[in-house]
Structures are given as structure tokens and as C-alpha cells.
């Protein structure tokens, strides 16, 4: 997507011209209808307008590309959206069943990072693609901005179902991302140092799909609403490298499931 429609998207987002929005990315499906991730955006904004099933319909598409692309975790997330919205959809039980023994099924195994390896180019929060559009002054002026929070073994720095308008770096540790669906708790994945999380909160206004718990002490960035705005305002192209940290996530997982 050209850095012109994320402006436009964004400009639209901001001033709350939610039917903008939805045309926009009307717009990304014409030219990529086999983007999962255009169909998820494609939901979320009908949610907001209040358009639930068609919002469905476009969630319904996205979880079904996830499968067949073997991002099975990702479907998950998004059929755990549906039943937000239809607890009695049969299609979205019925499909999550199935995607949860797939999970299961596969042994687990260890999912790279989304950052590059460090370099002296891109030194620490550089690493990360959401970081890339800065060079390494502006990012520590950003960090110095972001309030830095310290977590114990097993705590919840985001729950599940709760709302939330932050997106959180971390600067040291590891965490889990877990999601409850069909009565059973599932790690969706593992965070580590550079990594981020909280993005589709913030920028879906939605609940927050997943809880993320520190596995050991843990320390994180978080960076709130003005200062997000701020960097997006500057820089409306982080928005193409969040799709680009939601695909580098399950690479492992993908690779892993097509050979099996």
C-alpha cells in the first residue's frame, strides 16, 4: 500500500470519517483481495460503524486466508473477534475447533523475532520495523517520552477484553500472548526484547483480543495515545511496517506447519 493511502486512511481515522476509511480500504481489496490483513481492516471499520455483519463476513475471509497460509494462531484471533460479535456463530465454533487441534498437533518451536539481527546502524528499538521510519536520536527521544513500566514473573501488563490506547515496547525480558476461546487458554506467541504489542487496540479501537503476562521480570516501553498520534502524524508509513511485524510474527509457525 502506497504511503499516500495510509495518509489518507489515517488523515480519515483521526477526523473520524469512518466511511472514508471504509472506501480506502475498499480500495486496498481491488488491488490485494488475497491480503488477509486488508480484510481485518475491512472489519474492524464496519464494527465501528455498526455494519456487525459485514464486519463478520470480512473477519470470516481474513481467518480463512490465515489457515490457508498456515498462520493457524491468526485465525484463531480473528474467529475469537466473530464470537465476540456472534457468540453463536457455528461456522467461527466449528472452524476454531479445528484450528485449535491443528495448533495443537504441531510441536512447538521457537519463532524468530520480528527485529534484525543488531547492527551498529540499528542499535536497540531500531531493530524494530514500527522503529524504522526514525533514526536512532528520534527514537530515543521517543522512548525518553514513553512512560517505562517494570513487571514481575506472571504479571498481566494487557488483559484480554479490556480496552486500551497503548502500544508497549519491550526493552527487556520476555512475555506470553494468551487468548481464552472455546473454554481452553492458547499462547499465541512470545515476546521478547524489541518486540512490540498492543497495536490492534490502538489502532482498531476494539478490545484488546489477548492478554500479555511477563514469563520473568520484564521491563517495557509504553507508549501512549498523543505521543502514538504524534508519530503518526510524522511518519504515516508505520503503519505498513505494523502489517509487516503481524506477517514476521508466525514466519516460523507458517514455515513449520507446511512441513508437516
Request: contains cysteine; charged residues 30%; hydrophobic residues 40%.
Amino acid at each position: 500500500m502506497g504511503t499516500s493511502l495510509f495518509k489518507k486512511i489515517f488523515s480519515a481515522i483521526k477526523s473520524d470519517k469512518l466511511e472514508d476509511v471504509e472506501a480506502n480500504i475498499d480500495e486496498l481489496l481491488k488491488n490485494d483481495p488475497g491480503n488477509p490483513n486488508h480484510h481485518v481492516k475491512k472489519g474492524d471499520i464496519c464494527q465501528r460503524l455498526g455494519k456487525n455483519k459485514k464486519a463478520i463476513g470480512a473477519y470470516h475471509k481474513a481467518a480463512y486466508i490465515f489457515r490457508e497460509q498456515g498462520f493457524l494462531k491468526k485465525s484463531l484471533a480473528i474467529y475469537k473477534i466473530i464470537l465476540r460479535l456472534d457468540p453463536g456463530n457455528v461456522m467461527a465454533m466449528d472452524n476454531a475447533e479445528q484450528a485449535i487441534r491443528e495448533v495443537e498437533s504441531i510441536e512447538e518451536e521457537f519463532v524468530q523475532p520480528v527485529y534484525v539481527e543488531e547492527t551498529q546502524e540499528a542499535p536497540g528499538m531500531a531493530r524494530n520495523p514500527f522503529f524504522r521510519p526514525f533514526n536512532s536520536d528520534e527514537i530515543e527521544q521517543i522512548l525518553n517520552r514513553a512512560e517505562l513500566r517494570n513487571y514481575s514473573d506472571t504479571a498481566v501488563i494487557i488483559r484480554e477484553d479490556a480496552s486500551g490506547d497503548s502500544i508497549f515496547a519491550v526493552k527487556d525480558g520476555t512475555a506470553t500472548v494468551v487468548t481464552s476461546l472455546l473454554g481452553r487458554d492458547i499462547e499465541l506467541a512470545t515476546l521478547r526484547t524489541g518486540d512490540i504489542f498492543g497495536e490492534v487496540a490502538f489502532l482498531t479501537g476494539r478490545a484488546r483480543t489477548a492478554s500479555v503476562i511477563a514469563k520473568g521480570d520484564l521491563t517495557v516501553h509504553e507508549l501512549k495515545r498523543p505521543l502514538l498520534e504524534e508519530m503518526l502524524e510524522r511518519k504515516p508509513e508505520i503503519m505498513e511496517y505494523l502489517n509487516e511485524i503481524y506477517n514476521l510474527r508466525s514466519k516460523g509457525r507458517e514455515d513449520k506447519i507446511k512441513n508437516v
